[in-house]
Structure formats: structure tokens, C-alpha cells
């Protein structure tokens, strides 16, 4: 009788240490620094979608750029290594020379990111993803800069992984000789003929190969990405990383399928390589042009790798942005013809052709969404009741939160879970520790090993954080 006493007496404090957290969070759900101060200290396990040249602040990215005396474009704000043969090119040495260095750091911080931004002189999206262009050469030679900064702001953050979208691959193969398919592969995606598309594919996936991908997939693995994780001691106690390939939807479609099969390759090879994701604005020309093609791209690949999973942009679309039709099937294609592993953003869900029987089909096979919150805001202006998380979770589709770019965005994870809390009143502190699990669960991560210690890891700090709160 004792013992039951004992046991009765244990169970009830344990109800009341998990019922803690839950009362002080709907308390302060409605204060924005409250909700801060609680989210910053709170385990956030992962951020699974997540780029990383988008996720480096441009304070870093503008001191390597002055350290290396690049030339700044003074109209654009660009900036390159060497000086073009035209256009209004400075050195930063010049620039400091005249006085005029702190006014241009001004305006190439507004450029690079999202500092200042007041909603009206340009379009936000076009903001967004100029910007990658313009600080790229800063970045290149800098990775491991990049990595820790990363890691460090993770760390101090109680972010305890991150599966990042580190770069394409790169590949001298030439593909001259095999042009012809662009047109061919675009045709016979008009008429949706699957069986020949796959014959093509078929001829260029052995071309690939007789011009010797694998050898562009491996020497990216060892040469960059485990001579970078290794030499920078990335894994430790505190924190892990793993990295995502991914291939630009604007290329021609050989040269997109080209760089698909490579990175399906190096993901396939690589315990470090999680997985492969597909970039660039979605409602670019050549983006809507070849999107249901890049679907069966994903799909050929993984009937040759299927042990790689990978993760898509899909409908980062909104009404305006395209024609209507075009909101209706993008998410669907992804999920049902390229069999997503998980899908990134989804913000036109709600615009998808049978949308219910997609959002049941993603819950009964387990296929996450990437909700990313700063992100939609910005790039799409959809928010609040306009933006489908509560969708997704009314109808059972694992959430994950995630960051996107949090360096041109300024902002950080921390920020996602505070505007979730503010924004939601039908995500409880449950569900939102219920999305914090899922970010390891449904990681990429293929060593189950790590990701059980992962597991492990964010039993004890959610055990240290629900501490710190007072029983009622």
C-alpha cells in the first residue's frame, strides 16, 4: 500500500511540473517579450529548413568583403573579387580613402538583407532573392567561418541541430552534345507521356555517367564537406549539423537533371549528406515552365537512389503572385509524382485542387511541413489566419518550424515560436514541444544513433527548462 502511495505521489508531480509550463505560457501568450524571454531558454531541437548563405548575417559577409579590399558596384551593391570591365566599380580601400565607406555600408546592409526595409520602395520578394547574388563572393573561401557562426548562434540558442542547404555541387561536365533533350524533355512534359520522359531520362542518366558524375559527387563529399565538418569540429555534445545538396530550378533542363543525378549520388554516398532539396523562386519563367518535369526528375532519381530522401519547395506561391490555376497542384505534384519526404513552405495548400484528401495523404504517410513563419511573411505577405499552419494541424500533418534565410531576414528561431504563440491560440505549449520533437524525428539525419541521442539530449533540457517553472 505504501508503494501505491509513493506511486500516486510521484505521478501527480510529474502532472504538475508538465502542467506548469503549459499555465505560464498561455499567461503571457499575448506579450511579445514575455514570449521571447520563455522561447529563447525553451530546446527547440531542430531547424530543417534551413540555407546557408542565406542564414549568415551580412555584418560577417561585409567584413570579409572590406578585408579583402573587394570592389563594391556603387549603384547595385554587388560585389566581386575582381573589378569588371564596366560599370560603376569601387575598391572598398578607395571607398574608406574618400570618406565614404560608412554611407555605402548603410546601403549594402539594405541590399543583403532586410535592415530598413519599409515595405514600399521595392518588392519584398525581389528584395529576398536578389540579394543572394549580390553577397555571394563574399561567401565563397568563408565557409567554415560561415559554419561556426552558425553553429554558435544555434548553440546559444538551444538549437541542437541543423540540416542545412549547403551548396551545389560543382562540375566541369560538359553537356553540349546532349541539348537536343531540353526540347524533347519540354514537349513530351505537355502531353504528361511519363513512359517516354523516363526513356529520356534513362539516355541522359547513363550519359552522366560515362562522363563520370560519380566523380564530381565524391569529390565534393571528401574534399569540402567532411574535410570542412571534420577540420571544424562541427559535431560535439551540444550540437550537430548535417547538409542537404540541392539544384536550381532556372537551369535548362539537362544541366538541372545533370546536377540532380549528382546530387543524388553524393547524397546516396555520404553519412553527412542528409538529403536533396530543389531552390530558386518558384514562380520564376523556367521554374512554373519545367515544374511538373523537375517533379519526374525527383521521381526517375529515386528509383535509382531510394534510399535518399529529400525535401522540395512547394507551394511558396499566393494569390497574385500567378495565375490561379497555378496555385492548384504544385504541393500535390510534389507530394504525389516526386514523393517528398517533406515538403518546405506549402503556404497555397489551401489553394490545391482536393486539398483535404492531400492534407489526409500527408498525414497517413507521415510527410512533414516546413512552416516558415518570417519567411512567408516577407517574401509572400501571408500571415495570421491567411497562412495554413492551422490547416495542416487541424488535419494531422507533422509541423516543423524552421528559420529559411535567417540572415537576410534578421531574425531567428526564437522569432518563429513567438509569432506561432502569438499568432495561434489553437497551438498549445503541447503541440509546440510535440513540433519540437518532430524537428529530430523527422530529420534526415541517417544514423540512428545520432539521432537517438538527439532524442535523448532533448528529453533532458525540456526536463532542465520545465523546471524553472513554479507549481500552481
Excluded at 46 to 66: K, V
Excluded at 113 to 135: A, C, I, R
Excluded at 228 to 249: G, P
Aim: aromatic share 12%; charged share 25%; glycine share 4%.
Amino acid at each position: 500500500m505504501k508503494l501505491i502511495y509513493i506511486f500516486l505521489f510521484i505521478t501527480v508531480l510529474n502532472s504538475a511540473y508538465s502542467q506548469a509550463p503549459n499555465d505560464y505560457f498561455e499567461k503571457i501568450r499575448n506579450n511579445e517579450a514575455e514570449l521571447t524571454a520563455f522561447f529563447s531558454q525553451m530546446p527547440k531541437g531542430g531547424d530543417l529548413h534551413h540555407h546557408y548563405s542565406g542564414s549568415i548575417y551580412a555584418e560577417p559577409l561585409l567584413q570579409h568583403a572590406i578585408a579583402d579590399d573587394f570592389y563594391l558596384n556603387t549603384e547595385t551593391m554587388d560585389v566581386l573579387k575582381e573589378r569588371p570591365s564596366t560599370g560603376n566599380w569601387e575598391q572598398f580601400s578607395t571607398l574608406k580613402s574618400n570618406g565614404t565607406l560608412d554611407a555605402y555600408k548603410q546601403k549594402i546592409m539594405q541590399k543583403w538583407s532586410v535592415k530598413d526595409y519599409n515595405y514600399v520602395d521595392y518588392p519584398s520578394d525581389k528584395l529576398f532573392f536578389e540579394s543572394f547574388m549580390k553577397f555571394e563572393p563574399a561567401i565563397k573561401g568563408n565557409f567554415g567561418q560561415g559554419l561556426l557562426e552558425l553553429k554558435n548562434r544555434a548553440i546559444s540558442e538551444n538549437v541542437s541541430y541543423i540540416e542545412t542547404q549547403l551548396s551545389t555541387i560543382p562540375t566541369t561536365m560538359i553537356t553540349d552534345d546532349l541539348t537536343q533533350f531540353n526540347s524533347r524533355l519540354r514537349k513530351l512534359a505537355l502531353v504528361k507521356d511519363e513512359k517516354a520522359i523516363t526513356k529520356s531520362l534513362d539516355s541522359l542518366y547513363n550519359s552522366f555517367l560515362k562522363k563520370d558524375a560519380e566523380s564530381y559527387a565524391t569529390a565534393f563529399n571528401t574534399n569540402f564537406v567532411a574535410k570542412l565538418h571534420k577540420d571544424l569540429k562541427i559535431d560535439d555534445k551540444q550540437f550537430t549539423m548535417r547538409y542537404q545538396n540541392f539544384v536550381l530550378r532556372f537551369m535548362e533542363p539537362v544541366d538541372l537533371f545533370k546536377n540532380l543525378v549528382i546530387a543524388f549520388i553524393s547524397a546516396d554516398r555520404s553519412p553527412l549528406m542528409a538529403g536533396v532539396n530543389i531552390v530558386s523562386p518558384e514562380d520564376g519563367e523556367t521554374s512554373m515552365k519545367d515544374y511538373w518535369l523537375h517533379m519526374m526528375m525527383f521521381k526517375y532519381c529515386h528509383s535509382r537512389y531510394p534510399n535518399v530522401k529529400y525535401t522540395m519547395h512547394a507551394g511558396e506561391l499566393t494569390l497574385g503572385l500567378v495565375q490561379p490555376e497555378e496555385l492548384t497542384w504544385h504541393i500535390g505534384a510534389a507530394v504525389y509524382t516526386a514523393g517528398a519526404n517533406r515538403i518546405g513552405h506549402g503556404v497555397a495548400m489551401a489553394y490545391e485542387k482536393d486539398s483535404y484528401n492531400l492534407l489526409r495523404y500527408m498525414a497517413k504517410k507521415t510527410i512533414p511541413i516546413e512552416i516558415n513563419l518570417v519567411s512567408n511573411e516577407f517574401i509572400l505577405k501571408v500571415k495570421e489566419s491567411r497562412h495554413p499552419l492551422t490547416l495542416y494541424k487541424e488535419f494531422g500533418v507533422p509541423i516543423v518550424i524552421s528559420t529559411d534565410d535567417a540572415g537576410i531576414l534578421r531574425t531567428n528561431m526564437t522569432e518563429q515560436y513567438v509569432l506561432l504563440a502569438k499568432r495561434y491560440k489553437d497551438v498549445s505549449y503541447t503541440d509546440i514541444k510535440q513540433f519540437v520533437y518532430n524537428s529530430i524525428n523527422y530529420s534526415f539525419i541517417k544514423e540512428a544513433s545520432v539521432k537517438k541521442q538527439l532524442l535523448k539530449d532533448l528529453d533532458s533540457r525540456f526536463k532542465a527548462f520545465e523546471a524553472n517553472f513554479p507549481m500552481k
